[in-house]
């Protein structure tokens, strides 16, 4: 069975960092990108990055672009996301969700989330 | 590119036909997705490229569309599916949603 389990969410202040990690497994993860999604309360869902199979291909939402830095790591079934420069405006849950094997943004799993709240 | 779904939220009871339209900024071709979402838990892929049902996914779930405009369809509406849907366009980058429309009971 597939399963994603987010982690490292929590309080940070702003201008501060954290790094989300996502656990991958009942799957062979090393062969499908992945992605991270986030959803302020109440609001709806904004993509935030992509990662290839082999971290050869990343992007960014403008939004976060030279803030966030999306890994990976296919030897222990890991996504991680490391946000610096945190603003309020990132305070939402933050989801991984795996891309399929014809569709890059056709999120067919996704994990149950992490919230990150910004605030001083 | 802007997707902009209607109506939200919809009202309706167990059993109704449901429909919900998204519609594009620009044409967007077939490349359209459908996600319902449960309180506290991550999105779940319904419907892919506008009219293809993800696998596992009840038959009473359909979609529509090309271009611009596109409908998800639920045939008869059942207790679970009370959530929340939301369109996504994979046309470009970055994929964008829908403001999402909250199907409420009735």
């Known amino acids: 069975e597939v399963e994603l389990v987010e982690s490292g969410g929590g309080l940070i202040q702003p201008g501060g960092s954290l790094r989300l990690s996502c656990a991958a497994s009942?799957?062979?993860?090393?062969?499908?990108?992945m992605n991270w999604v986030r959803q302020a309360q109440g609001k709806g869902l904004e993509w935030v990055s992509y990662?290839?199979?082999?971290?050869?291909?990343?992007y960014y939402a403008d939004s976060v672009k030279g803030r966030f830095t999306i890994s990976r790591d296919n030897a222990n079934n890991s996504l991680y996301l490391q946000m610096n420069s945190l603003r309020d405006e990132d305070t939402a849950v933050y989801y991984c969700?795996?891309?399929?094997?014809?569709?890059?943004?056709?999120?067919?799993?996704w994990g149950q989330g992490t919230l990150v709240t910004v605030s001083s | 590119i802007r997707l902009t779904q209607s109506p939200s939220p919809l009202s309706a009871s167990v059993g109704d036909r449901v429909t919900i339209t998204c519609r594009a900024s620009?044409?967007?071709?077939?490349?359209l997705n459908w996600y319902q979402q449960k309180p506290g838990k991550g999105p779940k892929l319904l419907i892919y490229?506008?009219?293809s049902l993800q696998s596992g996914v009840p038959s009473r779930f359909s979609g529509s569309g090309s271009g611009t405009d596109f409908t998800l369809t639920i045939s008869s509406l059942q207790p679970e599916d009370f959530a929340t849907y939301y369109c996504?366009?994979?046309?470009?980058?970055?994929?964008?949603f829908g403001g999402g429309t909250k199907v409420e009971i009735k």
């Open positions: 969700a795996r891309g399929t094997s014809n569709s890059w943004y056709n999120f067919d799993y």
């Open positions: 996504q366009q994979t046309y470009n980058t970055p994929p964008t």
């Open positions: 009942g799957f062979t993860f090393s062969t499908y990108s």
């Open positions: 620009q044409s967007i071709s077939k490349y």
């Open positions: 490229s506008a009219s």
């Open positions: 990662i290839s199979s082999t971290s050869g291909t990343i």
